[in-house]
Structures are given as structure tokens and as C-alpha cells.
């Protein structure tokens, strides 16, 4: 990109260093061993002063405090020995606590159960047969036909209004 006498130069830039810019381009551009090396030399290598040297950014991730005390107590815990997989003290032992709870509540629940008098325990028995038997009622009345259930529901709606009607 040379000027030629009858072209005018951009405004603010001296002749000399035009030349000094396009002179250096070409240096880069011998300099490049590798023709199919398609990065760009770097500028701010060769040491030029006016260029501003570009800085390297900051992980935001590395910079947190919370990740800083995480790889201090990863470090802290390699050089005593312990692996990675070991959990703090105070973390198993609220496991622990957790876990023994659990037992107890299960214990607790057999106990119960064991308890329970003969009574109970034929309470239980026809309140679970009676659900038995509704749930293979709504099972019979979802394969009868659509009239049918429509019959139903018109005969319970029917009675409903006529009980009201007599009180």
C-alpha cells in the first residue's frame, strides 16, 4: 500500500511513518518460517513501544475467595495425606448421626406394629380389602361403556335433588 504522488495521505500521518509501518508488516511477513501457519505473529513480541501490550485477563472462577479456600484445603489435605475421597470430620459425622436415626425410626416402626393388638390388626385388614374392592370397582367402571356411566350420574343427581326437594 504505497502512496503515489498523486494521492493524498490520510490526515495525521507523516509519510515517514507510513513507510515504517508497511516496512515492518513485510519484516513480520519474511520472518513467518511456516507458510501454512495461519496465527498471526503477535505485534507486541518485537518490543515496539507505541503499541500497548495486551494483558491477560482474570478467571473470575480463580479470583472467588470460596474457590481459594477450596484449593488451599485440597493442598493443605494432599501434603497430610488424606485423599480427596475423605470427608471432613464434621460431614461424617452428621452421616453417621443421620444414618443412626433412620435405624431408629425403623425399629421404632416394627415395635409399633408388633404392638398392635389383634383388633387393630383386623381393622386393618378390611380397610385394605375394602380399597382392594373400590379400586377393582373403578377399574370395572372404566371399561363400561360411556351411556352407562352418564345413566349414573344422572340417576345419583336425580335422587340428590329429590331428597332436597322432600326435606
Known amino acids: 500500500m504505497s502512496w503515489g504522488a498523486g494521492q493524498h495521505l490520510p490526515p495525521g500521518l507523516p509519510r515517514a511513518t507510513l513507510r515504517?509501518?508497511?516496512?515492518m508488516y513485510?519484516?513480520?511477513?519474511?520472518?513467518?518460517?511456516?507458510?501454512?501457519?495461519i496465527l498471526t505473529h503477535p505485534d507486541y513480541i518485537d518490543g515496539n513501544p507505541d503499541l500497548i501490550k495486551p494483558k491477560k485477563l482474570l478467571n473470575p472462577?480463580?479470583?472467588?475467595?470460596?474457590?481459594?479456600?477450596?484449593?488451599?484445603?485440597?493442598?493443605?489435605?494432599?501434603?497430610?495425606?488424606?485423599?480427596?475421597?475423605?470427608?471432613p470430620e464434621l460431614q461424617r459425622v452428621l452421616e453417621h448421626r443421620r444414618r443412626n436415626q433412620l435405624i431408629r425410626q425403623k425399629k421404632e416402626e416394627e415395635e409399633a406394629k408388633k404392638l398392635q393388638?389383634?383388633?387393630?390388626?383386623?381393622?386393618?385388614?378390611?380397610h385394605q380389602r375394602l380399597d382392594q374392592l373400590e379400586k377393582e370397582q373403578e377399574k370395572q367402571e372404566d371399561h363400561a361403556p360411556e351411556f352407562i356411566k352418564v345413566k349414573e350420574n344422572l340417576r345419583r343427581t336425580s335422587?340428590?335433588?329429590g331428597d332436597e326437594k322432600a326435606a
Open 20 to 23: 515504517k509501518s508497511a516496512s
Open 26 to 37: 513485510t519484516e513480520i511477513q519474511r520472518e513467518r518460517p511456516d507458510g501454512g501457519n
Open 61 to 87: 472462577v480463580k479470583a472467588s475467595k470460596s474457590h481459594q479456600e477450596l484449593h488451599r484445603e485440597l493442598l493443605m489435605n494432599h501434603k497430610r495425606g488424606l485423599g480427596v475421597e475423605s470427608k
Open 117 to 126: 393388638s389383634p383388633f387393630e390388626k383386623e381393622l386393618l385388614k378390611r
Open 159 to 161: 335422587t340428590v335433588t
